[in-house]
């Protein structure tokens, strides 16, 4: 796991060298462990590789990066893991490849140079990595499938820049960095960031998950991001629930024991979800002696707390647990620090929980840790999308088994047939009357708070992303917006909490969900298989794991995961917060006295509490350190 940085000028550029070094620096957190970095001049200018490293797979200098093919035609920096480099080393081999390490690296330097573009669907791990080819004077730039690993980019006059974070990306850029309004609209208003490629920076793109580009070094010019895998909609071939069941189990475990791959110690964030209980269960389940450690945060004294779940999960597996707790206090205390590694806003106050978890499994000695992150969007949780559902159901003239379903999804906890019934609805509401239905609960596309006429003259449109339908997902609307959710809104983001957080702790986190092979078999079942008549979320997944994870934690009906009491921590910190938030003079686009006042009666009880707190504070604290 490590951080990557450079790109390619044209001409001479002046102080390059300085500012890699400087880039390097900004990103160490990420890779403590070595560092190099190479400039090569080419007939159009220059071109800058730099690696920071944080050794996982082969602890020897076999591993340093920048890494070159034999004949020196290559040059590879590498963000990332693949899981199931032996097997693919072993297949190389057999084509006659002589190998110089152990590393991850060079089979997938090999794996290039062989197979080409083709053997980005070969990897099950996550990665992000530039190649330089020579010869051809290209660069090549590549993503995971689901953008696990961070590739920021921007190319502007010549100049192309890449680094896996803002940070590292904004010491190589000349001039001062410029705030993108049109994203600091939609984050404030509609809590939407990193759902596309463009960033709260002006100028610097992500490099959407699963594609790839080549930069024409003799050119000067930038090929658009291509996809090399797109999530499938359409249903495979038939196949029982049985057979389904037994299918997932094997994938699972499978892709447990390739993310076990590893030489430092190993531990899990485990929240007592089903999710990261399987995870947990599973490690066990495949590995009897050795040790595991669990790092969990407990909401205390508050009805968020699965210290029950996760002590049950602990006592299943014989593992090792850390605990803690926080406070609103320690919120403050770190939110600067979280708010700089993130890079840029985020969503919610769970992401100091697991901020702090990796903080944890630092103290503790562990340098990898396995999570759930994935399974919802691969296994339709959450709530089990009941509109989708009820729309596939209703697409398909199923309108029996649509009133069933309804009746049947509403008798599990917090959920009722009308807010069913009223998730169809919002599906069918043409735009226009949607946004006017959003206004009458209260969610306002231009609040008080912000200076909409300024935004409009800078060219912001005051709409929300909605996920497209297509006539593919035609009965099958629940898949096609998972398939959806894992590349643009949903998964992205949460994948960026955990790069940036573990990272910031130079602790590798890894998803054994999400692996190619994961996803191709869970998107194509029937849709039931998921979400069952019965309104069960993840169905043929709890079934899957019977006997390897206790059924108690399987039969659970609630979904809390690493929630936080963000609005007992708020209140309690309120004084530091409205001191924060008077940042919002500065902000040209923002009513800092109407902004005061909507939250001064928040605070109070006069309005109701919402996240939009502490997205304002958010904002407010990164706006400030821009600056």
């Given at each position: 796991m490590c951080g990557i940085v450079g790109g390619f000028w044209k001409g001479a550029?002046?102080?390059?060298?300085?500012?890699?070094?400087?880039?390097?620096?900004?990103?160490?957190?990420?890779?403590?462990?070595?560092?190099?970095?190479?400039?090569?001049?080419?007939?159009?200018?220059?071109?800058?590789?730099?690696?920071t490293r944080l050794s996982i797979i082969d602890l020897s200098a076999g591993g340093h990066q920048p890494m070159y093919s034999p004949d020196g035609r290559y040059a590879l920096v590498f963000n990332g893991e693949i899981?199931?480099?032996?097997?693919?080393?072993?297949?190389?081999?057999?084509?006659?490849?002589?190998?110089?390490?152990?590393?991850?690296?060079?089979?997938?330097?090999?794996?290039?140079?062989?197979?080409?573009?083709?053997?980005?669907?070969?990897?099950?791990?996550?990665?992000?990595?530039?190649l330089h080819d020579r010869q051809a004077e290209t660069l090549t730039c590549a993503r995971d499938a689901f953008g696990i690993k961070p590739f920021f980019y921007s190319f502007q006059a010549g100049r192309f820049a890449f680094a896996s974070e803002l940070p590292a990306l904004k010491v190589m850029q000349p001039g001062k960095p410029r705030v993108d309004w049109q994203r600091?609209?939609?984050?404030?208003?509609?809590?939407?960031?990193?759902?596309?490629?463009?960033?709260?920076?002006?100028?610097?793109?992500?490099?959407?998950?699963?594609h790839w580009m080549v930069v024409d070094l003799k050119a000067g010019t930038l090929s658009a991001p291509s996809p090399w895998w797109r999530p499938r909609v359409r249903e495979n071939a038939p196949v029982?629930?049985?057979?389904?069941?037994?299918?997932?189990?094997?994938?699972?475990?499978?892709?447990?024991?390739?993310?076990?791959?590893s030489d430092v110690p190993l531990g899990?964030?485990?929240?007592?979800?089903?999710?990261?209980?399987?995870?947990?269960?599973?490690?066990?389940?495949?590995?009897?002696?050795?040790?595991?450690?669990?790092?969990?945060?407990?909401?205390?004294?508050?009805?968020?707390?699965?210290?029950?779940?996760?002590?049950?999960?602990?006592?299943?597996?014989?593992?090792?647990?850390?605990?803690?707790?926080?406070?609103?206090?320690?919120?403050?205390?770190?939110?600067?620090?979280?708010?700089?590694v993130q890079g840029e806003p985020f969503g919610s106050t769970s992401i100091y929980a697991q901020y702090r978890v990796f903080q944890q499994a630092k103290e503790a000695g562990i340098t990898v840790t396995l999570d759930g992150q994935g399974a919802d969007e691969l296994l339709a949780g959450y709530s089990g999308y009941p509109g989708l559902r009820l729309k596939s159901l209703v697409e398909r003239g199923q309108i029996l088994q649509?009133?069933?379903?309804?009746?049947?999804?509403s008798q599990w906890p917090g959920r009722s047939q009308r807010h069913a019934w009223m998730h169809l609805a919002q599906l069918m509401i043409p735009g226009s009357l949607?946004?006017?239905?959003?206004?009458?609960?209260?969610r306002e596309t231009t609040p008080a708070w912000l200076k909409a006429d300024v935004l409009s003259d800078s060219g912001v449109t005051f709409k929300e992303f909605v996920h497209p339908m297509t006539t593919e997902g035609c009965g099958r609307r629940v898949v096609e917006r998972l398939g959806s959710?894992?590349?643009?809104?949903?998964?992205?983001?949460?994948?960026?909490?955990?790069?940036?957080?573990?990272?910031?702790?130079?602790?590798?986190?890894?998803?054994?969900?999400?692996?190619?092979?994961?996803?191709?078999?869970?998107?194509?079942?029937?849709?039931?298989?998921?979400?069952?008549?019965?309104?069960?979320?993840?169905?043929?997944?709890?079934?899957?794991?019977?006997?390897?994870?206790?059924d108690h934690i399987l039969d659970r009906k609630d979904k809390i995961g690493f929630a936080t009491p963000e609005r007992e921590w708020l209140v309690d910190i309120a004084p530091k917060l409205r001191e924060w938030l008077r940042a919002s003079e500065d902000i040209p686009f923002l009513h800092a006295g109407r902004l005061l006042q909507n939250f001064d009666e928040i605070m109070v009880g006069k309005r109701p509490f919402t996240w939009q707190v502490w997205r304002w504070v958010n904002f407010c604290r990164w706006y400030g350190m821009m600056g």
């Open positions: 550029e002046q102080g390059l060298e300085g500012r890699l070094e400087a880039a390097l620096l900004a990103m160490r957190h990420r890779g403590p462990d070595d560092k190099g970095f190479e400039l090569t001049q080419v007939s159009g200018g220059v071109v800058a590789l730099g690696h899981y199931n480099y032996r097997e693919l080393r072993t297949q190389l081999q057999a084509k006659g490849i002589r190998f110089r390490s152990d590393s991850d690296t060079e089979v997938l330097l090999h794996a290039w140079i062989t197979w080409g573009q083709s053997c980005l669907e070969r990897f099950q791990g996550m990665f992000a990595f530039v600091s609209y939609d984050y404030l208003v509609n809590a939407d960031y990193d759902s596309q490629p463009r960033t709260f920076i002006e100028g610097i793109l992500h490099l959407p998950p699963a029982n629930f049985a057979q389904a069941v037994e299918a997932v189990r094997e994938q699972f475990l499978d892709n447990i024991r390739l993310h076990l791959r899990a964030a485990l929240s007592g979800g089903i999710d990261s209980s399987a995870v947990v269960c599973a490690m066990r389940y495949v590995d009897r002696e050795s040790p595991i450690h669990t790092f969990s945060f407990i909401a205390a004294g508050s009805p968020l707390s699965e210290e029950h779940w996760v002590d049950q999960v602990n006592a299943h597996v014989g593992a090792t647990a850390h605990k803690f707790v926080a406070s609103g206090e320690e919120l403050a205390r770190d939110l600067d620090d979280m708010i700089r649509a009133l069933q379903f309804a009746r049947n999804w949607n946004e006017a239905a959003k206004r009458a609960i209260g959710s894992l590349q643009s809104r949903g998964l992205p983001e949460l994948l960026r909490h955990a790069d940036r957080n573990s990272m910031r702790f130079s602790v590798e986190s890894r998803v054994p969900f999400l692996t190619l092979p994961m996803a191709d078999l869970l998107l194509g079942l029937p849709e039931d298989y998921l979400i069952s008549p019965k309104g069960e979320t993840k169905s043929v997944f709890r079934a899957a794991m019977r006997g390897i994870v206790p």
